[in-house]
């Protein structure tokens, strides 16, 4: 059967969920990542029209054109991505946020907002493309690029680099995860667990820059990455529509998060006997693989029981982008009584 006569549960193919033609450069990780983007959202019936999707500036940042075409997109300034994705969901917290950003466009100048975004724990899915490079601007360090790296145009690197998942965790994130964008299965899996998640997921990835950060021996390049992974666990994500089955999983130990929307992540411990609800052990773990460089992947950290931003506000279920103005303007008569009030 032809690709486009494969239907999801909502009747929608997969070629439904594609974008523009991707401009950036052939073998580029961000276009894999796009790529699991739109086949977690097909796989899980998820119409494109009820999601938005955010990004500031970079290679990062086009990616949102190579996906969901029909899903409402905003470019916006660099690093502003956050307070962007942050209106559009008070407009309507019925819609599924995704923002796409970069390793420049949120641990450099969009730092500070990253940061009290997940502090707030917004709905939303918040991807890093992380190349360590700023790729548009043909190559200079990024603030993710690691200690030591030497490149042809800009010598050698002399700071320690910001780590993204890290700074998530530390910042109170209730779901960060790392994956690499060599290993598409992994990344799916936790974007499928990321969209069905309450509160902010971070995914950094480490996506290689094919043009400028291309040394075989640096952390953020396919080479690399394929030798030093170290998984922490197996991960398969379970829809509630669909019975828990295990067989695949007899071998090891198991464990499972249940999710806000009754789906559950089910983890397979490899090497580590690793609880990602335990967030000093996430921490140990985090510091542990940045002595020893190791590219550690999976599901760091999630804590489905935290409040998300909307549970502090006291929200109408209208969506506000289509309640009248004349609810959400007082009156002459309310807007006078509220002046004599204060006479």
Wanted: proline content about 5%; charged content about 20%.
């Amino acid at each position: 059967m032809a690709e486009q006569d494969n239907t999801n549960a909502i009747g929608l193919t997969r070629a439904d969920y594609k974008g523009e033609r991707s401009t950036l450069c052939p073998g580029c990780g961000h276009n894999t990542i796009s790529a699991q983007i739109l086949y977690a959202c097909y796989e899980m019936d998820i119409h494109p029209s009820n999601i938005v999707k955010f990004s500031g500036i970079g290679c990062s940042s086009k990616s949102p054109t190579y996906f969901l075409s029909q899903s409402f997109g905003f470019n916006g300034l660099h690093g502003r991505m956050p307070s962007l994705a942050l209106g559009a969901a008070f407009a309507d917290t019925s819609m599924k946020v995704l923002g796409v950003s970069g390793d420049g466009d949120t641990a450099s100048i969009g730092l500070g907002q990253f940061k009290h975004l997940i502090r707030r724990n917004l709905p939303m899915v918040y991807i890093v493309e992380n190349n360590g490079v700023y790729g548009l601007t043909k190559g200079q360090f990024s603030a993710t690029a690691e200690k030591g790296l030497e490149l042809k145009y800009q010598g050698v690197n002399p700071f320690l680099p910001i780590d993204i998942a890290k700074e998530a965790l530390i910042g109170n994130a209730s779901f960060v995860a790392r994956s690499f964008a060599g290993d598409p299965q992994q990344v799916r899996s936790l974007l499928k667990a990321a969209l069905s998640h309450r509160g902010t997921s971070v995914l950094d990835i480490i996506s290689p820059c094919v043009s400028f950060n291309n040394r075989e021996d640096t952390l953020h390049s396919y080479q690399w990455g394929r030798q030093h992974e170290a998984p922490l666990h197996d991960i398969a994500f379970v829809p509630t529509r669909k019975s828990i089955i295990l067989d695949e999983f007899k071998e090891g130990e198991t464990k499972e998060v249940t999710l806000h929307d009754g789906s559950v992540v089910v983890l397979k411990k490899l090497e580590k006997d690793y609880d990602p609800t335990d967030k000093y052990q996430a921490l140990q773990m985090l510091e542990e693989a940045e002595r020893n460089r190791w590219l550690i992947t999976g599901l760091i950290y999630v804590d489905p029981g935290q409040p998300a931003l909307y549970d502090y506000m006291n929200l109408v279920e209208e969506p506000l982008n289509r309640v009248p103005a004349e609810k959400l303007r007082p009156s002459a008569e309310a807007l006078q009584k509220i002046n004599q009030s204060m006479g």
